[in-house]
Antibody
C-alpha cells in the first residue's frame, strides 16, 4: 500500500524557515516524480512544485520560486521541502503527492494518484 | 500561467441526479487535465486523468470529456458519497494550476 507521511509542520514567525519531510513507503520511490501541493483550509489547492525521479529537474510555482527548494533522498525514501523567507501567505496544509504518470505515445500526463494527509504550516508572530 | 475557469462554483443536487461540472482553460492544453474530489479534512482524490481516463478504483458513474479548451466532469447518477468539492488541474504547462472548485451539496 502506498503511504506518504508528511512531517515538520508547525508555527513559524514571518521571515523564518521550515523544512518539511515526506516519508514514502509501499512503492519504489526512486521511480516517480514527486510533488508538493498546499491548501489553505476552505480554499483552492495550490501547486507548489515537483521533482524528477533522480532529482535532476525541479519546477516551482510562481509564489514560491526563489524561496522554496524541493529535494529528495532516494536511499531513504524521503522527499523534502525547504521553505525560507516565510510570510503569512504561506500558511497552509502542505501535501506530499506522488505522480504516477501516464504516457500515451509521446505525450505524458501528470497523475496525482497518492496524497499524504498533509502537515499544517502556520506563519504568524 | 494558464488560468482554469471552473463552473459552477457550487450546485445543489439530489441523489440520482446527473451532475456536470466544467473547466475552461485560458489556452489550449491538449487533454492534459485531471479531476479531483475533496471532502472536508481530507486530501484530494484523483478521479480522472488525461481528460477522460478513469482512475483505477473510481466508480464508472464518473466520466470526463474534452472539447477544445472546455473540459467536463459528469457524474451520471449522484450518490450520497459524492457530495464533495471537485477541482480540475491542468498539467500541460508549468506552473500546474487548479480550477476554482465546485461544491456539490444536497438540494
Amino acid at each position: 500500500e502506498v503511504q506518504l507521511v508528511e512531517s515538520g509542520g508547525g508555527l513559524v514567525q514571518p521571515g523564518g524557515s521550515l523544512r518539511l519531510s515526506c516519508a514514502a513507503s509501499g512503492f519504489t520511490f526512486s521511480s516517480y516524480w514527486m510533488s508538493w501541493v498546499r491548501q489553505v483550509p476552505g480554499k483552492v489547492p495550490e501547486w507548489v512544485g515537483d521533482i524528477k525521479e533522480d532529482g535532476s529537474e525541479k519546477n516551482y510555482g510562481d509564489s514560491v520560486k526563489g524561496r522554496f527548494i524541493i529535494s529528495r533522498d532516494n536511499a531513504k525514501n524521503l522527499l523534502f521541502l525547504q521553505m525560507d523567507s516565510l510570510t503569512g501567505e504561506d500558511t497552509a496544509v502542505y501535501y506530499c503527492v506522488r505522480d504516477l504518470g501516464y504516457c500515451s505515445g509521446r505525450i505524458c500526463y501528470s497523475v496525482y494518484d497518492s496524497w499524504g494527509r498533509g502537515t499544517l504550516v502556520t506563519v504568524s508572530s | 500561467a494558464i488560468q482554469m475557469t471552473q463552473s459552477p462554483s457550487s450546485l445543489s443536487a439530489s441523489v440520482g441526479d446527473r451532475v456536470t461540472i466544467t473547466c475552461r482553460a485560458s489556452q489550449g492544453i491538449r487533454n492534459d487535465l485531471g479531476w479531483y474530489q475533496q471532502k472536508p479534512g481530507r486530501a484530494p482524490r484523483l478521479l480522472i486523468y488525461a481528460a477522460s481516463s478513469l482512475q483505477s478504483g473510481v466508480p464508472s458513474r464518473f466520466s470526463g470529456s474534452a472539447s477544445g479548451t472546455d473540459f467536463t466532469l459528469t457524474i451520471s447518477s449522484l450518490q450520497p458519497e459524492d457530495f464533495a468539492t471537485y477541482y480540475c488541474l491542468q498539467d500541460y504547462d508549468y506552473p500546474l494550476t487548479f480550477g476554482g472548485g465546485t461544491r456539490v451539496d444536497v438540494k
